[in-house]
């Protein structure tokens, strides 16, 4: 480890709300880095104003400098000076702010080139949870704050995830129970005449359709080429190699079962991901099922990746169903690419 080696607190939010928010806000105010929880998923926080606060969050997640990070902020107020906004922004801002959706627009002054990697745009959101919107707003600064998983790891949707991956690296942590949504935000870019989803998330490209007349997906958004500059690298990966299977379902069901023998032929433990629908085609081999549909998977999908991970499974044989939606195709895709670098 290059870092010293920090005793991590957890703070339970339900146990002691205003206690937690005032050490989070402390720490931020003092260039330090804390664990908070968000809609999506765990963010890593810093003061989005102060350069080497930032630096922190690049060194403690091991992230390549060259990928930007999401400016946070607590109300409309906070905009000035991180993001010039654009009248399709400000629409997506009125309909769907606070939530999961990140704005990528022009950069505003006060945010130092370390946040946006020294791009000319900065991806803000005002997250719909309301304990990180306090903390926030205690801090009296906008906050920079990636997923809170080590580079290259599934998101942490629960505090215990968090601390597996940033204990000894932060010195607090918040606890606010599971994350509800469970994939990160839609990052949608609103600088050209067209808006274009970066990332997919909870707010798709149909409900960005209905508020600006006309949206697309990024072509390599869906999986494959990189969209934003995070995308290029290996993500959302457990220890154990994905396989994502996608198809007639008796078809997909017949090559998941083979290639379940064929784990086990070479000594790997293999488990079956899949919808509730599903479950049944796969009786007599472990199954984690993540939910009837798009919201209940997604807010699944993470937490049961590392699951898969402390039980042992060397592999995850995961169908694919459209039931499942975008933002979770996305992720998948991400977690089974064979890339050696890492977020
Ligand atoms: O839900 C979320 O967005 C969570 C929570 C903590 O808010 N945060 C999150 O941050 O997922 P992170 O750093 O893990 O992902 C940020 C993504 C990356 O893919 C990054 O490349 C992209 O947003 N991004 C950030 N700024 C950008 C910009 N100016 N242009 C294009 N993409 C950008
Ligand atoms: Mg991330």
Not at 59 to 83: E, F, T, Y
Not at 138 to 147: D, E, F, K, M
Not at 158 to 179: K, Q, S, T, Y
Request: proline residues 6%; negative net charge.
């Amino acid at each position: 480890m290059d870092f010293p080696p920090l005793s991590t607190k957890v703070i339970f939010a339900a146990g002691d709300r205003e206690g937690a928010v005032q050490e989070a806000a402390q720490i931020l105010r003092e260039g330090g880095i804390v664990v908070v929880p968000t809609e999506t998923v765990y963010g890593l926080a810093a003061n989005a104003l102060d350069g080497e606060a930032v630096a922190k969050i690049f060194k403690a997640k091991g992230r390549p400098q060259d990928n930007p990070l999401i400016v946070h902020i607590a109300d409309a107020s906070m905009l000035a000076g991180v993001a010039v906004v654009t009248s399709c922004g400000e629409k997506l801002m009125r309909a769907y702010w606070p939530g999961p959706i990140s704005l990528v627009m022009h950069k505003g002054e006060q945010i130092p080139d370390i946040v946006t990697a020294g791009l000319s745009t900065v991806a803000v959101r005002m997250p719909e949870d309301v304990l990180v919107r306090e903390i926030i707003r205690a801090a009296g600064v906008p906050v920079a704050a990636p997923s809170a998983n080590l580079s290259g790891k599934p998101s942490p949707t629960n505090a215990r995830h968090a601390f597996e991956d940033m204990g000894g690296r932060v010195p607090l942590i918040i606890d606010g129970g599971p994350c509800g949504v469970g994939v990160e935000s839609t990052v949608v870019d609103v600088t050209g005449d067209v808006p274009v989803v970066l990332r997919p998330g909870a707010v798709t490209v149909e409900m960005i359709t209905d508020v600006c007349g006309e949206a697309r997906l990024h072509s390599g958004a869906a999986a494959g080429t990189p969209a934003s500059p995070g995308m290029k690298y290996r993500h959302y990966a457990p220890d154990a190699r994905v396989y994502v299977y996608h198809g007639d379902k008796k078809e997909v069901a017949k090559s998941i079962r083979y290639m379940y023998n064929l784990c086990k032929e070479k000594s790997v433990e293999a488990v079956v991901f899949c919808v509730d629908s599903c479950a049944g085609m796969y009786a007599g081999l472990p199954t984690i099922t993540l939910g009837g549909d798009a919201a209940q998977v997604s807010a699944a999908l993470f937490a049961s990746l590392r699951e898969a991970d402390e039980a042992g499974y060397g592999a995850i044989l995961f169908h694919y169903v459209e039931e499942m939606g975008l933002a979770v195709k996305n992720r998948i895709a991400k977690a089974a690419e064979n890339k050696a670098t890492a977020e």
